[in-house]
Structures are given as structure tokens and as C-alpha cells.
């Protein structure tokens, strides 16, 4: 059973650093790229960062490009997101999905067919 699980949510102070993981299991991840989407309260789930199978092409989105990296370790079957100086709007839940698809349309949510069950970031000072 395709599974991808979420840790490293918590509080944060403006401007501190927080780093997210998505651990998959049961598939090997190398095979899927793996889009980092953002839900805050009232608003529609939006991409943050986008990862190709391989690592080799990574996309963010405009809000976050320049502070947040997205980064996977296909031994450990692992991605991470790295949120460096972080500001009270990147306040949501994060959640990490998984699909084949292409780095032209890594921010349409619909196209992905797994999730992980999401974290909190709350960022606070």
C-alpha cells in the first residue's frame, strides 16, 4: 500500500528555519516526482515546491522561491523541505503527494493520486 507520511510541522518564529520530510513506503519514490502544496484556513490548497524523480529539476512557486528548498534522498525514500526565514503567511498545512507528472504542470493538485495526511506550520512569533 502506497504510503507518504509528513513530519517536522510545528511552531516557528519569523525568520527561523524549519525542515519538513515526506517518507514514502510501500513504492519506490524514485519513480514519482514529488509536489510540496500548502492548504492555509479558508483558502484552496496551493503548490509550494515541485521535486522530478530524479532530483534533477526542482520548481517552487513565486511566494517561496529563494527561501524554501526542496530536496530527496531516493535511498532513504525520502523529501524534504527546507523552509528557511519563514513569514506568518506561510502559516498551513503542508502536504506532500506523489505522481508522474510533468514539471509544467507540478502545481495542479488534481493530477496527483497520493497524499500524505498533512502537518501544521504555524509560523509566530
Known amino acids: 500500500q502506497l504510503q507518504l507520511v509528513e513530519s517536522g510541522g510545528g511552531l516557528v518564529q519569523p525568520g527561523g528555519s524549519l525542515r519538513l520530510s515526506c517518507a514514502a513506503s510501500?513504492?519506490?519514490?524514485?519513480?514519482?516526482?514529488i509536489g510540496w502544496f500548502r492548504q492555509a484556513p479558508g483558502k484552496e490548497r496551493e503548490g509550494v515546491s515541485w521535486?522530478?524523480?530524479?532530483?534533477?529539476?526542482?520548481k517552487y512557486a513565486d511566494s517561496v522561491k529563494g527561501r524554501f528548498t526542496i530536496s530527496r534522498d531516493n535511498a532513504k525514500n525520502t523529501v524534504y523541505l527546507q523552509m528557511n526565514s519563514p513569514k506568518p503567511e506561510d502559516t498551513a498545512v503542508y502536504y506532500c503527494?506523489?505522481?508522474?507528472?510533468?514539471?509544467?504542470?507540478?502545481?495542479?493538485?488534481?493530477?496527483?493520486?497520493?497524499w500524505g495526511q498533512g502537518t501544521q506550520v504555524t509560523v509566530s512569533s
Open positions: 521535486i522530478s524523480g530524479s532530483g534533477g529539476i526542482t
Open positions: 503527494a506523489a505522481e508522474i507528472v510533468a514539471g509544467s504542470r507540478w502545481s495542479e493538485r488534481e493530477l496527483y493520486r497520493y
Open positions: 510501500g513504492f519506490t519514490l524514485d519513480r514519482y516526482a
